[in-house]
């Protein structure tokens, strides 16, 4: 032991390193190989999103150079394209909002009520079919929603809701809230599911039932991954753009009514980016400030949801 | 078997057989469980001790493809706790458990300890205020928390949280209290402290503990059940269990682990 532990010490006593231990000069390329990929793979998105956030601003900068950013603000219309133009953001943006607000109120209580019963309280074959189904639901194209909120869910609305118009951010938006059940329901799933047994069988051994459980110890337990889901959900409203494109109309409307037609931020993006726009025109340039809006509300939105998730990380 | 000038009965194991799905985990066990004494089950690993346990307030019963045969006794009232007839929710409000790896709920120490309480019904804040005072002072927890009521349950040690599992069971009076190896992640003095409250609880509550170490077996039950491969290998005062074991079996496992 001692006569090992000293040789040790003295480097000119090591044996020769044999072959199986020798530094093998072609693992250290491959190895770096493979690294410059990976970062290379990471790099391209990193460079995208600085693409765009460059761009976005860049172009805005033009825009706020002719226009001042508090009419932006608070001018109450929104009519870059006519000769008196004005350029208020808040009308777009309340279609967003409204439009969102309606998605969510579906979206959040029908999704976390699937979430709740397929973790807690479907059997294994239930979840193996249910579960697939639900996702291919996420997976069916929005331009298919937006007809179906035209054509079908608009009509009905119109029976129980005579005044409702044609467009409107109500039907665009109650679809909206179904486009997204599918990922509140998976994430949220997901999140009660990492929940330990030993957590449940703590609640039960307490003589709870199912439904305390998963309302009083699994939910709480999940909070921050619900809250995710939820985030991710409220990015996904503001981000919609075909359903509201087809179904809610595309007239500019400082609205908080749901009950009537109204253009939001990606619709109107939408809408002047099919036009036939000079570019660097004014009109041209609406469409980048319109954008950076949209990618301030998310970055909001997303700071949150970090934050939220730091907040209430799991604690089991 | 035959133990003279025995305690009242609180539960007796009737000729009990349990299937995970095919497999047999208890073969025909027959064992009496003492009013207020701490009764300890060991032996080896999969030896069946924990799901013998975990009978006694069916947690079975939350997966699918497990059976009981034969019953439980309850006493004073003599139900058969594994009857299908029985609720398994009325037998929890009635068997507390303590499990291995101590498990507060993501609520805080408060919370934790009303919420057995507030599952039957209790909402009344001065009834909780007490009975969550009484618990945690019968969990040896009151002094260390009383001032923090409302911090999270998870901000305590392991030592801590344990105890703290172990009043919110008492918080709701239960009659038989399951420890399911309630030390094997604590540390020595936190082990040490819960094997004091063990031996405390048994003024008021029947005790049953699984442990896979047998000085905690010796030091604080009065009756120890060896148990091998799903059966009840041999039943007795713990004293009599570790100083003349009648079977050959215990002997071994006993001066094989305790040398």
Not at chain 1, 215 to 242: D, K, N, Q
Not at chain 2, 126 to 153: F, I, P, S, Y
Request: glycine content about 6%; aromatic content about 8%; some cysteine.
């Amino acid at each position: 032991m001692n006569s090992q532990a000293m040789s040790a010490n003295n480097p000119s006593d090591l044996p020769v390193v044999s072959d199986r231990l020798a530094k093998n000069a072609m693992r250290n390329v491959s190895e770096r190989l493979i690294e410059a990929l990976l970062l290379g793979a990471a790099a391209v998105s990193v460079l995208t999103t600085v693409g765009i956030v460059y761009v976005l601003v860049s172009e805005s900068i033009h825009f706020f150079q002719q226009v001042s950013i508090v009419d932006f603000l608070t001018d109450t219309q929104w009519t870059p394209l006519f000769d008196d133009a004005h350029f208020g953001i808040m009308v777009l943006v309340s279609g967003t909002v409204v439009s969102s607000l309606v998605a969510l109120s579906v979206a959040i209580p029908m999704g976390t009520i699937i979430a709740i019963y397929l973790s807690e309280f479907a059997n294994s074959k239930v979840r193996e079919i249910a579960k697939p189904i639900l996702e291919l639901l996420g997976g069916i194209p929005t331009i298919v929603f937006g007809y179906f909120a035209l054509l079908v869910v608009t009509p009905v609305l119109q029976v129980i809701l005579p005044e409702l118009p044609g467009f409107s951010l109500l039907s665009a938006g109650l679809v909206m809230g179904i486009m997204i059940v599918p990922y509140i329901a998976s994430l949220s799933e997901d999140a009660m599911r990492a929940v330990p047994m030993s957590l449940r069988e703590g609640a039960y051994a307490m003589g709870s039932t199912r439904l305390y459980t998963a309302l009083h110890v699994v939910v709480p337990a999940a909070f921050s991954g619900l809250a995710a889901s939820y985030i991710l959900a409220i990015s996904r409203a503001v981000g919609e753009t075909m359903i509201l494109a087809v179904a809610a109309g595309m007239q500019p409307n400082l609205t908080w009514n749901p009950m009537e037609p109204a253009a939001t931020i990606t619709s109107y993006i939408v809408q002047v980016a099919l036009g036939d726009l000079p570019h660097g025109s004014i009109g041209y340039l609406t469409i980048f400030a319109a954008g950076l809006t949209l990618l301030l509300i998310t970055l909001v939105f997303n700071i949150l949801g970090q934050w939220l998730r730091a907040k209430f990380r799991e604690n089991y | 078997m035959q133990i003279h000038d025995n305690p009242a009965l609180k539960a007796e194991a009737r000729n009990l057989n349990f299937y995970y799905g095919e497999a047999k985990a208890l073969k025909g066990i027959n064992m009496p469980i003492y009013d207020k004494k701490v009764t300890a089950l060991i032996g080896p690993s999969g030896c069946g001790k924990s799901t013998y346990l975990r009978s006694f307030n069916r947690m079975h019963d939350l997966y699918p493809g497990n059976r009981y045969e034969g019953e439980i006794r309850f006493f004073p009232d003599n139900t058969n706790l594994l009857s299908p007839e029985v609720d398994p929710i009325e037998v929890r409000m009635r068997v507390g458990m303590v499990f291995q790896k101590p498990n507060p709920f993501p609520k805080s120490i408060y919370e934790n300890v009303a919420y057995g309480l507030r599952v039957r019904g209790e909402n009344n804040k001065r009834v909780l205020d007490d009975k969550v005072e009484h618990a945690l002072k019968g969990g040896a927890l009151w002094d260390e928390v009383k001032d923090r009521l409302n911090e999270l349950a998870s901000n305590l040690s392991g030592g801590q949280q344990q105890r703290l599992c172990i009043a919110r069971a008492l918080a709701t009076d239960p009659e038989l209290l399951l420890f399911d190896e309630p030390t094997s992640a604590l540390d020595p003095i936190a082990t040490a402290a819960i094997e004091e409250l063990v031996h405390e609880l048994k003024k008021r509550v029947t005790i049953l503990i699984v442990t896979h170490n047998m000085q905690q077996a010796a030091r604080v039950s009065d009756y120890t059940a060896y148990m091998f491969l799903g059966e009840m290998i041999e039943f007795g005062k713990t004293d009599e269990i570790f100083l003349k074991p009648k079977d050959k079996r215990t002997e071994d496992y006993i001066t094989g682990r305790m040398g």
